[in-house]
């Protein structure tokens, strides 16, 4: 593109060069990286939300196909993702009381952006491409 200025590897238009970032836009960009880290950053918060893609699934059927995850593990993560309203825990009130996880409105919101980091990686990790 005409006039456009490279720094380093990035062109300008597609990564703003930031001079001068105020406080508050700091914090705010922290928070995000923080929130994103929490969801992405973690191996079974991804493999539960990999197993919910195809549907909703109960405590147990999710233990048995994320083995070797323990229940105390399990839970924790479940309830991360509940809090970040990436998925849902819809009880059914059956005899004994059924517990089954599903994803959000807002979790599928997120797959375009989880493909995109799934392409980006299979095409630029060299042990994986090919």
Avoid at 70 to 99: F, G, Y
Wanted: proline content about 6%; hydrophobic content about 40%; overall charge positive.
């Amino acid at each position: 593109m005409p006039g456009t200025r490279f720094r380093g590897r990035y062109r300008e238009d597609i990564i703003p060069v930031v001079r001068y970032v105020r406080m508050e836009d700091k914090e705010k960009v922290c928070k995000v990286i923080d929130t994103y880290l929490s969801i992405f950053g973690n191996r079974w918060n991804l493999l539960i939300l990999n197993e919910l893609f195809f549907g909703p699934k109960r405590f147990n059927e999710l233990k048995r196909a994320l083995s070797p995850i323990t229940q105390t593990v399990l839970t924790r993560h479940l309830k991360l993702l509940e809090d970040m309203n990436v998925i849902e825990r819809k009880v059914l009130s059956d005899t004994p009381p059924s517990v089954y996880y599903a994803i959000s409105k807002e979790g599928y919101s997120m797959i375009p952006s989880m493909m995109a980091s799934y392409e980006w990686i299979i095409q630029h990790v060299p042990e994986l491409k090919g």
